[in-house]
């Protein structure tokens, strides 16, 4: 009788978790950090875990992509174009995660988040003129290598992400924040979907927990996505700023 009720209130704090992740991954980042420790403390090897929060992550992308377009928020084509350069890159990150350890990666990311946070609070102002969306020609290639990368990056552990891709996304194709985000979304879940393969056929995928998880990643992506959309960018780079700090002193002192 005991042995059950912990192991359901063990279920329900993997669901609590998925809901936080959701939540900040889809107008932020960084929300891996949070599920990962949580798979873990249930019980599974760091590779297994990695390959597992794939799962919730990849429903989670599909859930916030949801709804943004039911807020009329899309960035077709651009963002498929991207995803698919990004899909290809993350099947050489998940075998690397796979196959490798990496016992700095933590202080690394640390110190990324904080390049971020200079980025977003001392970024030059933007001219009016300069608010057109640069999503084709030269800007959609440079879109397309710089995605091949960071498929390999979150094909390895996706970790902190979502911050990199939309400082890159705003500055190369100069999205607003709202539209950065829809885009972010519509390429992880397709890289992930390639992670999602490369863990599979190498048997480092729990799909109970990583389903039983979704379901908090879901609920968080969704109530999300659509109070970004309502609130705007200022609420955006408000939390993102906010969660850039969170995470970096985690990385770093934790």
Do not use: H
């Not at 020609?137 to 995605?147: A, D, T």
């Amino acid at each position: 009788m005991d042995v059950v009720l912990n192991f359901d209130v063990n279920l329900i704090w993997l669901i609590l978790a998925g809901f936080l992740a959701g939540f900040i991954n889809t107008i932020a980042g960084g929300g891996t950090l949070i599920t990962l420790p949580a798979l873990i403390f249930m019980g599974l090897p760091p590779s297994v875990a990695n390959g597992t929060n794939r799962i919730a992550i990849f429903l989670q992308t599909l859930t916030g992509v949801a709804g943004f377009k039911s807020k009329g928020v899309t960035t077709f084509p651009f963002s498929i174009y991207c995803g698919i350069s990004a899909l290809f890159g993350s099947l050489i990150g998940a075998k690397i995660a796979i196959d490798i350890k990496g016992e700095t990666f933590n202080k690394i990311l640390a110190i990324i988040m904080v390049a971020v946070v200079i980025l977003i609070l001392f970024k030059p102002k933007v001219k009016v003129g300069d608010l057109i969306e640069r999503t084709t020609g030269k800007y959609l290639w440079i879109s397309i290598i710089g995605f091949f990368f960071f498929g390999i990056y979150g094909g390895f552990i996706n970790a902190g992400i979502g911050f990199l891709i939309i400082i890159f996304i705003t500055y190369v194709a100069r999205m607003n924040l709202i539209r950065t985000n829809a885009a972010k979304l519509t390429i992880v879940s397709i890289y992930t979907f390639g992670a999602i393969l490369m863990f599979y056929f190498n048997d480092k995928i729990n799909w109970k927990y990583g389903l039983i998880m979704s379901i908090g990643n879901i609920a968080g992506a969704w109530i999300s996505s659509r109070l970004a959309v309502k609130k705007g960018d200022r609420y955006i780079r408000i939390f993102l700023v906010v969660m850039i700090f969170v995470m970096a002193i985690k990385l770093w002192f934790f």
